[in-house]
T-cell receptor, first 112, second 111 residues
Framework: NAGVMQNPRHLVRRRGQEARLRCSPM?????VYWYRQLPEEGLKFMVY????????ESGMPKERFSAEFPKEGPSILRIQQVVRGDSAAYFC??????????FGSGTRLTVV | GQQVMQIPQYQHVQEGEDFTTYCNSS?????IQWYKQRPGGHPVFLIQ?????EVKKQKRLTFQFGEAKKNSSLHITATQTTDVGTYFC???????????FGTGTSLTVIP
């Protein structure tokens, strides 16, 4: 039973390019969460999705960031026109309540 | 807004010494979770506490939830080098299934 799968593990983008981060939740999990972690900092909530629905996007920056969890396929976190400040580790997690999150290995985004 | 603070931010201990990290919430929590993140790794779920005053143990780790359900602690007895990492507490956000993570305590164990 594979865990939460994230790809790519590492992503390098030039300023102004687009970054697409993928997350496949654990089998049977229908809740997906995205968190961002800046170097030496904690985890900041970005967005919570269920299949085809955004439940809470209160942690998402208003511009350039979007997320989806289609009926088929992985959840996608998309960052348009990346800037250096977007460099961070992006973690996806899935869960079945009331258990805790299962996190993926993360995508380390570096903007050069 | 909701805040979950942890102290200390960093802790260095000699191997074999005990370690405690404290988590404090500005609001009452229905439950609290603890996670461990190794350097370069991802957070791993350790435990969830639900009841007021609850104490749970996992080998050398003891987790406690305060009576008022606004604070929690994680105590490690006789630390080992394998305990190195950052320990986060997390409380549920007002809005539902999402969790708000504390600031974390980074533990270094000196052999």
């Amino acid at each position: 039973n594979a865990g939460v799968m994230q790809n790519p593990r590492h992503l390098v983008r030039r300023r102004g390019q687009e970054a697409r981060l993928r997350c496949s939740p654990m089998k049977g999990h229908s809740h997906v969460y995205w968190y961002r972690q800046l170097p030496e900092e904690g985890l900041k909530f970005m967005v919570y999705l269920q299949k085809e629905n955004i439940i809470d996007e209160s942690g998402m920056p208003k511009e350039r960031f979007s997320a989806e969890f289609p009926k088929e396929g992985p959840s996608i976190l998309r960052i348009q026109q990346v800037v250096r400040g977007d460099s961070a580790a992006y973690f996806c997690a899935s869960s079945i309540r009331p258990m805790g999150y299962t996190f993926g290995s993360g995508t380390r985004l570096t903007v050069v | 807004g909701q805040q979950v603070m942890q102290i200390p931010q960093y802790q260095h201990v000699q191997e074999g010494e005990d370690f405690t990290t404290y988590c404090n919430s500005s609001t009452t929590l229905s439950n609290i979770q603890w996670y461990k993140q190794r350097p370069g790794g991802h957070p791993v779920f350790l435990i969830q506490l639900v009841k007021s005053g609850e104490v749970k143990k996992q080998k050398r780790l003891t987790f406690q939830f305060g009576e008022a359900k606004k604070n929690s602690s994680l105590h490690i007895t006789a630390t080992q080098t394998t305990d190195v990492g950052t320990y986060f507490c997390a409380g549920p956000m007002d809005t539902g299934n999402q969790f708000y993570f504390g600031t974390g305590t980074s533990l270094t164990v000196i052999p």
